[in-house]
């Protein structure tokens, strides 16, 4: 018994010693979305200030999935949730906030940050879109959630906030209008973290805002696509939908049924077809996109014309649905409308030669297509002026920055 407790003591010291050395120093631990996609959040050490990357959920094989706090909590940094000091939200995507409202029960003396976008769309996304028009019980978990919501801080772009020890400043990200990239400095020391961005402007949003001559040693980079070399962004599919789409209902008199995968879709997709809209052709939409384009509207982003209607007409037109389940009926053709909002493996590699940092973290990567295809490092290591070091971060794993 006595060697029992000897041993207790000497792991309990062993523990705190190894608490002791890396209290200080930048660390970075992915709870999810590691080298996988969905439920995208990720742990930043920075000297003894606790930080959570987005909070998010995933699917796979039809199950949800959430990010393993577990592991953080049993690591040498913190012991409990409570010691979370400020959570900050890249964007809308469930994968990115889907679990944010349990975050925010568990880490409760922690700061939230997003923009003001982000904010609107996620209160949308995380309990309007769940409890709008059901029962008394559902009204009560949408007020509960709403008022945990309304603790979040609002931020704006190019805004640089110091807390003393480190400072952030948020840069556009393009992707999805309110997202943001974060920089953070500790010391002379620059951390970008990416989420998901793009490079081009879409109907939406402009690209990513990415400052000159801006020496940033480690980006940690939501890397989609890093696995896949052969993969090519198809720009046109967007433009293609909407022509067949527009010259179904002028040429055959019918009305066709648009299905889309995301509210966000759903909303990029109607603004391009609002533009080429030349015949006035209407375009009706279901009410989760109408209430979240009545929102956006508010925020000074216009996409609605008067064209734009909500309910089911019978002259030919075209209605708008992010509705997986949305009844089949004989009276629509349908189509579904899918696209690509992500960077491609080109775009990856434009965004790391402008940035060219002296390491890259690569996380919220998809399982290569195939075992021979060339990752973005291999490709990377050919370019003569490439300086990064590449780290593919597994999750549940501590990596030192």
């Not at 880490?107 to 008394?136: C, F, G, P, W």
């Not at 480690?218 to 890093?226: D, E, N, Q, R």
């Not at 939409?285 to 109408?290: A, G, K, N, R, Y």
């Not at 609605?304 to 009276?331: C, D, M, S, W």
């Amino acid at each position: 018994m006595e060697h029992l407790e000897q041993w207790n003591c000497s792991m309990c010291s062993k523990q705190r010693e190894e608490g002791d050395t890396m209290r200080k120093g930048i660390y970075f631990m992915p709870l999810g979305g590691g080298q996988r996609v969905g439920a995208s959040c990720y742990y930043l050490r920075l000297e003894d200030t606790n930080l959570i990357l987005d909070a998010g959920v995933g699917k796979e094989n039809g199950m949800l999935f959430e990010p393993d706090l577990y592991s953080l909590i049993t690591s040498p940094f913190l012991q409990s949730m409570n010691q979370i000091d400020q959570i900050y939200i890249s964007h809308a995507h469930t994968d990115h906030i889907g679990y944010l409202l349990k975050l925010m029960k568990q880490a409760t003396k922690a700061n939230v940050y997003m923009t003001e976008i982000t904010a609107m769309l996620s209160e949308y996304q995380l309990y309007d879109r769940n409890y709008l028009r059901s029962s008394r019980e559902d009204e009560n978990k949408r007020l509960a959630a709403q008022s945990i919501l309304e603790k979040v801080a609002k931020v704006s772009y190019m805004k640089q906030m110091d807390f003393g020890k480190y400072k952030v400043t948020f840069l556009p990200a393009g992707h999805l209008p309110g997202a943001m990239m974060m920089l953070f400095e500790v010391g002379k020391r620059r951390i970008l973290y990416t989420g998901d961005y793009s490079l081009q402007k879409t109907a939406l949003t402009g690209g990513c805002m990415i400052p000159d001559n801006l020496n940033i040693d480690t980006v940690i980079m939501c890397g989609l696509h890093a696995k896949h070399p052969d993969y090519v962004k198809n720009t046109d599919a967007l433009f293609k939908t909407v022509q067949h789409v527009l010259r179904f209902v002028e040429s055959k008199k019918k009305s066709i049924l648009c299905r889309v995968p995301q509210l966000s879709k759903g909303i990029e997709f109607l603004k391009t077809l609002n533009e080429w809209n030349m015949s006035q052709i209407p375009i009706y939409l279901d009410e989760s996109i109408m209430d979240v384009v009545r929102k956006m509207e508010q925020l000074s982003i216009p996409i609605l014309t008067v064209n734009n209607r909500v309910g089911f007409p019978k002259e030919p037109h075209i209605y708008i649905t992010a509705n997986t389940y949305h009844q089949r009926n004989h009276f629509y053709q349908e189509v579904n409308v899918d696209f690509s909002l992500h960077e491609d493996f080109s775009d990856m590699k434009e965004f790391i030669k402008k940035v060219n940092p002296k390491k890259a973290v690569l996380v919220h990567c998809a399982k290569e297509y195939s075992p021979l295809d060339e990752t973005i490092e291999q490709t990377m290591m050919l370019d003569g002026e490439c300086r990064t070091q590449f780290i593919f971060a597994e999750e549940k794993e501590i990596y030192q920055l």
